[in-house]
């Protein structure tokens, strides 16, 4: 019986490492959606590999919008603290290289600004 440990002690090794990296989970969700199909695929192999496929086309997806995700909330934070920094100082005290090119960046992010009210007078005779 002792020579079985290190066979069972690999296995549940192993078992652990397709636990842990999600292929348990893929397997079994994907083998549940065979067995729930009304109508079986002649390939069930091509099934089983289309939807693992899937499955690993969300997972990048869901990758990059995490990492674009970060680096909103990055961009957001450094925003705030520039706000912060701007509401510190008087209007007197705040030089121009201080004022961001907001409406450049609306620009950039927009494609458009928004202009504000009409302020000039005109004679109207």
Do not use: C, W
């Amino acid at each position: 019986m002792s020579g079985n440990r290190p066979i069972d002690s690999k296995r549940e090794e192993f078992r652990k490492y397709l636990e842990k990296n999600g292929v348990l989970d893929a397997l079994t969700k994907t083998l549940v959606l065979l067995y729930e199909e009304p109508e079986k695929p002649e390939d069930a192999l091509e099934y089983v590999i289309r939807h693992l496929a899937e499955n690993k086309l969300d997972l990048s997806e869901i990758e990059s919008l995490k990492t674009e995700n970060e680096n909103l909330n990055l961009r957001i934070r450094s925003l705030e603290e520039e706000i912060a920094l701007l509401q510190l100082k008087s209007p007197d005290n705040v030089n121009e290289e201080d004022v961001p090119e907001v409406e450049d960046q609306i620009k950039d992010h927009e494609g458009s600004v928004v202009d504000g009210p009409d302020t000039t007078t005109e004679d109207k005779a």
